[in-house]
């Protein structure tokens, strides 16, 4: 079986390495930077709120969660994308990062970072709130902290406290967002304004006082509403901040450190070290705060001994700045649909940010609806239309697999180690980012490509190479074969029995397989190959036993050949 479905992953292999193929598909992922993917003109800019297909319902479920399912595609059809996102705003986990953490955390249980991986693998594959949890992924990738930095990676129940943070903050207002990412612990260590001091002989900690510019809020440069950058005289890009306003605005992070029931100089430095410490937001220790006035971005916050209203204003001034809106609404696009999204998309985007429709800034929910029901991220691209989509993530593969296919865990607790091992693994896992600056820049362009010749991005792309294409063949098989994770067997197994009931007819086959794991947009190309492979495997009459396994060497076959497709590679 293993030699069958090498010698036929082979044909579609170069859809990895050239990004290309497919009948039209592109998993280069580049957006529709131009406005061709079906988007109306920008003055008809009506929310699409019901789907007309089940192939529509799995397009929105690819962008809105970690993988269509049957009966997710049942539900949207039968309630609408409206309706299913009211359900899902609705949602919570029904176990929280922290409480599968604490349900681990026994008497003589050695703890073990990987148990991050597994409480995102369970509410990734069988979480009811997949909005929520995906949307979360979305923000963990832009408000970094990384456990492969060694402070924040000493204290994996915080990180998992900030996980969950995300989560809540989801559907909530931004300014609330900015403010618990600013004093969680976690981040206080990753960008280490934890314990900063601002004393008249000190010069503060600039760290995270650029990067909550640079990456959190308003970005280098001034954005047009539309995301486009605003240029002087000589045609060059504004920039947002220069070194002074970094320089005053880090004044504001000063006298802040660890949680606990003193504000001590000695609890500030960390002794004695109160037991929540890691998983409790940062207070506020007035004897280490800068009390000169806070100047930047052409403004001030008053100075003090109070660190509490000097965050408030700083937070307040970045959080109402017009470049929020744009440059966060565009990421979000980028995670959940679109690579590049036209300047029309993300100005109605933006606006929703700026106004909700009834007068509150910055509501996420807002946001998200106004993402997700945009016409151009509801209106199919033409099969031709290369410049649409966004490559799929290898998180997000391995997790629409799992989806499509019923994975279950043996043991209850979703056994998926760290997965960030280019060589022999999916090159990324969640909450392990190499930098502040995520897995891949925003605006990541492959060079030497066509992308980069029409100017378009494809940042996922940035993990590409022939290593990482090789591992993910071989985890993809195994995990299809076997399953994935820790145990023998492997804890986490795909079900393919519903999926091998339809195997005597190849077209029933590839139909279900292409609207759970392609957006039922399988190309007429691709659909023939896989349907030859599959047809290559008879199915025995008269012997039961080895037409069982046939059906499922089928399902397996159809299923690899399929995850190494233009179409499953490319979410369009």
């Given amino acids: ?78 309630i609408g994308y409206d309706g299913w996102l009211a359900e899902q705003f609705e949602r919570s986990p029904a176990q929280t990062h922290l409480q599968y953490w604490q349900s681990r955390a026994q008497p003589g249980v050695a703890v073990s970072a990987d148990w991050i991986n597994h409480s995102f693998w369970r509410n990734a594959i069988a979480g009811d709130d997949q909005l929520r949890q995906r949307v979360a992924f979305a923000l963990s990738q832009i408000f970094v902290v990384s456990l492969n930095d060694a402070a924040v990676g000493a204290m994996p129940r915080g990180v998992a406290s900030y996980f969950d943070m995300l989560g809540r903050n989801a559907f909530g207002n931004f300014r609330q967002l900015l403010e618990d990412v600013s004093l969680h612990p976690m981040m206080g260590l990753y960008l280490t304004h934890l314990r900063n001091q601002g004393q008249a002989d000190r010069f503060p900690d600039e760290n995270y006082a650029r990067e909550v510019m640079q990456l959190f809020t308003i970005g280098l440069y001034e954005l047009h509403p539309d995301g486009t950058p605003k240029l002087d005289g000589a045609g060059n890009p504004v920039e947002t901040y220069t070194n002074d306003d970094v320089s005053g605005l880090a004044k504001v992070f000063t006298g802040w450190s660890w949680a606990g029931p003193d504000r001590s100089d000695t609890r500030f430095n960390g002794n004695p070290a109160d037991p929540l410490r890691d998983v409790t937001p940062m207070q506020a220790y007035p004897q280490f705060h800068a009390t000169t006035d806070k100047v930047f971005l052409g403004g001030s916050c008053p100075g003090g001994t109070m660190p509490e209203p000097s965050l408030k204003c700083a937070l307040d001034r970045l959080a109402a700045h017009p470049n929020v809106g744009p440059f966060i609404g565009r990421q979000l696009i980028q995670r959940l649909v679109t690579s590049n999204p036209s300047p029309a998309y993300v100005k109605r985007v933006a606006a929703a940010f700026a106004d909700d429709g009834s007068g509150v800034r910055g509501n996420l929910k807002a946001v998200l ?34 989806r499509a296919t019923g994975a279950t865990s043996t043991s209850g607790n979703f056994l998926i180690p760290n997965t960030e091992n280019a060589a022999n693994s999916l090159g990324q896992s969640p909450m392990r980012a190499p930098s502040v600056f995520n897995f891949w820049r925003p605006g990541y362009v492959p060079p030497g490509t066509e992308l980069a010749s029409a100017g378009l991005v494809a940042p996922e792309l940035q993990l590409l ?51 759970l794991l392609a957006g039922g947009q399988m190309s007429p190309g691709t659909r023939q190959r896989i349907r030859d492979v599959v047809n290559s495997i008879a199915i025995p009459n008269f012997n039961p036993s080895g037409a069982t396994t046939a059906r499922t060497n089928r399902t397996m076959i159809a299923l690899l050949l399929l995850v190494a497709s233009p179409e499953f590679l490319a979410q369009k």
């Fill in 465 to 515: 190479n022939e290593t990482s294409v090789a591992a993910y063949l071989n985890l993809m098989q195994t995990t299809i074969q076997s399953g994935i994770g820790e145990g023998n067997p492997r804890d986490v197994r795909p079900d393919l029995s519903e999926l091998a009931a339809l195997a005597d007819n190849a077209d029933a086959l590839l139909e279900r397989l292409s609207l």
């Fill in 369 to 402: 609806r106004a993402i997700l029901l945009d016409p151009e991220a509801r209106v199919a691209p033409a099969p031709t239309d290369v410049k649409y989509g966004k490559p799929r993530e290898p998180v997000l593969r391995m997790a629409a697999l799992l």
């Fill in 1 to 78: 079986m293993a030699v069958r479905i090498w010698a036929a992953a082979l044909t579609v292999t170069a859809a990895l390495l050239g990004c290309g193929g497919g009948g039209g598909s592109n998993p280069a992922g580049a957006g529709n930077g131009d406005g061709t993917a079906g988007a109306p003109p920008e003055e008809s800019v009506a929310l699409v709120t019901k789907a007309s297909t089940p192939s529509d319902a799995s397009r929105f479920l690819t962008h809105a969660s970690f993988g269509p399912t049957q009966a997710e595609i049942d539900r949207v059809l039968a």
